[in-house]
């Protein structure tokens, strides 16, 4: 889940189990939701996204859940691998919606995938 | 695949000089933003330009920093001066209004502000 303070969450999982790690967003009126996946000196790669009026959406090995009656956003990834060790952010898109998309990070949880 | 190139990749200078990020954004994308990382606050949005005009810069302290798009291909942001506290990781990232596949982010530039 989300960090409060300095300390970044971290998750440990075995080679070829599935990951879930999850998000708690801020804002009621957030309608738009992406999954960032930040290598060790790299940018945030976009994984997936979600919209507010969907609750489930598919990509390959990732699956984004969204309930939005408890602000919770969630990432599964499948047969979890070593290439996916990372930190993965949720974002939320809060303001008007349409195309002004400015996005808000969450700080981010630490994937460790042991082989 | 198209990038969003940033240079320098890292900087160190001094306390109080000027430093001047830039970034190429991936050409045809109409947005463009500015984020700084550090491990105490994360991913911050600094400031973001729609069309090559500033929307929103209110994440950015305003009597040392600037940022600016002279032209379509080229946002910059600049520091004078800089402070010690400046130190992070600046990042920029490129999409396309109305579009909801998220941002592409440029590898960065780590700052080091002595």
């Known amino acids: 889940g989300e960090s409060v303070g300095l300390h970044l969450p971290t998750l440990s999982v075995q080679e070829g189990d599935n990951s879930i790690i999850n998000c708690a967003y801020s804002n009621s009126a957030s309608d738009y939701f992406i999954w960032y996946k930040q290598e060790s000196g790299k940018g945030p790669q976009f994984i997936i996204d979600i919209r507010s009026n969907m609750d489930k959406r598919q990509g390959q090995r990732v699956t984004v859940l969204l309930n939005k009656t408890v602000k919770h956003l969630s990432l599964q990834i499948a047969a979890t691998q070593p290439g996916d060790s990372a930190v993965y952010f949720c974002a939320e898109n809060i303001g008007s919606g349409g195309s002004n998309y400015k996005l808000t990070f969450g700080k981010g949880t630490l994937l460790t995938v042991n082989p | 695949d198209a990038r969003v190139t940033q240079t320098p990749r890292d900087k160190v200078t001094e306390m109080g000089q000027e430093v001047t990020m830039r970034c190429q954004p991936i050409?045809?994308?109409?947005?463009v933003f500015w984020y700084r990382q550090t491990m105490m606050q994360g991913l911050e949005l600094l400031a973001y330009?729609?069309?090559?005009?500033?929307?929103?810069d209110s994440g950015m302290p305003k009597d040392r920093f600037s940022a600016e798009m002279p032209d379509a291909t080229l946002a910059t942001l600049k520091i004078q001066p800089s402070e010690p506290r400046d130190s992070a990781v600046y990042f920029c990232?490129?999409?396309?209004?109305?579009?909801?596949?998220?941002?592409?982010f440029g590898s960065g530039t780590r700052l080091t502000v002595v």
């Open positions: 330009f729609r069309n090559r005009a500033p929307l929103d």
């Open positions: 990232a490129s999409g396309l209004s109305g579009k909801s596949s998220g941002y592409t």
């Open positions: 050409l045809g994308h109409n947005t």
